[in-house]
């Protein structure tokens, strides 16, 4: 395991960032070098299960995250994972695992190996905030994101259920303005930082989503938000693939990009539009971070 000032990690970028979310894998892999934060990618990674396993199969679910724990202590560091779902269920194998032994005998025979368990599972958020530091994190800064009011969204997944992600407050979490406050970002007061975005209901329900995406929309412009920041692909999809469709539906313009947490940390750290994949995203970002003389 790594010592307590190292900045080597594991890396489990989860099926999304190899595929839809390729920005998301693009501007971390990009901001972590810049920021001297080393990400070596679990050899032979495969899919978590997401949100569709655990509902179908508890040991298939279970046994997927163990299998993929596994894996990851071939390389030295704790794990660093970057989409919320893939956090929340390796998070969620872990408390299951330990607290129910007959469970982890199952799983155990289901992997062919005995679970790992303590290994330390660690969204990019806490490795920017808490491995890194704040101090750092603002010291590596070379274009401050003054002027630009961003919109927080956590979602359902980086706090909830209790007692699994410990990754901060349930109920109000500040890990996201922390980290927005460090690069010089103003972050916005607003009602639905927490709400569901529908997840994986973007294709089976669109309707749900397309009514609670709005909903999130909707708060996010009334608290004055340029743009909001998210921690996973599932909400970055529905909120940014979307939009125009939810704009047509309720006959309402927003025009609010959507970036991943490392597209505006790598912003700040003086990284440009294409290392950061800002030309994948659907609603435009350049004119608004044009208009703020962020590029």
Request: aromatic share 6%; glycine share 8%; charged share 20%.
């Amino acid at each position: 395991m790594p010592t307590k000032n190292s900045l080597d990690y594991a890396y489990y970028p989860g099926c999304s960032l190899h595929a839809s979310a390729g920005e998301y894998d693009l501007s971390t892999r990009k901001l972590f070098k810049a920021l001297g934060i080393g990400l070596t990618e679990v050899p032979d990674w495969f899919c978590c299960g997401a949100t569709p396993a655990h509902n179908v199969d508890e040991l298939l679910s279970l046994s997927l995250c163990a299998k993929n724990l596994e894996l990851a202590e071939q390389v030295e560091g704790d794990l660093a994972v970057a989409c919320a779902a893939c956090f929340s269920r390796l998070k969620f194998t872990q408390h299951t695992l330990e607290e129910n032994s007959t469970k982890r005998k199952q799983v155990e025979t289901a992997i062919d190996a005995p679970v790992k368990l303590d290994g330390k599972v660690k969204h990019l958020l806490e490795i920017l905030a808490r491995d890194l530091g704040l101090e750092r994190l603002a010291a590596s800064v070379k274009k401050p994101l003054s002027g630009l009011k961003v919109a927080c969204y956590y979602g359902c997944l980086l706090t909830r259920p209790p007692d699994v992600p410990n990754l901060d407050c349930i109920e109000a979490p500040t890990i996201m303005e922390d980290v927005l406050g460090a690069v010089g970002a103003e972050t916005v007061a607003w009602s639905h930082r927490m709400e569901c975005c529908g997840a994986n209901f973007t294709l089976s329900r669109p309707g749900v989503v397309i009514q609670l995406t709005n909903a999130i929309l909707e708060s996010a412009k009334a608290a004055g938000a340029d743009c909001v920041m998210v921690g996973c692909p599932l909400c970055h999809g529905n909120l940014d693939i979307r939009q125009k469709e939810i704009e047509g539906v309720y006959k309402t313009t927003y025009n609010m990009p959507v970036f991943y947490l490392t597209q505006l940390v790598g912003l700040a750290a003086g990284l440009s539009a294409d290392q950061l994949g800002l030309d994948a995203l659907i609603v435009n970002p350049l004119p608004l971070l044009k208009e703020k003389h962020l590029l």
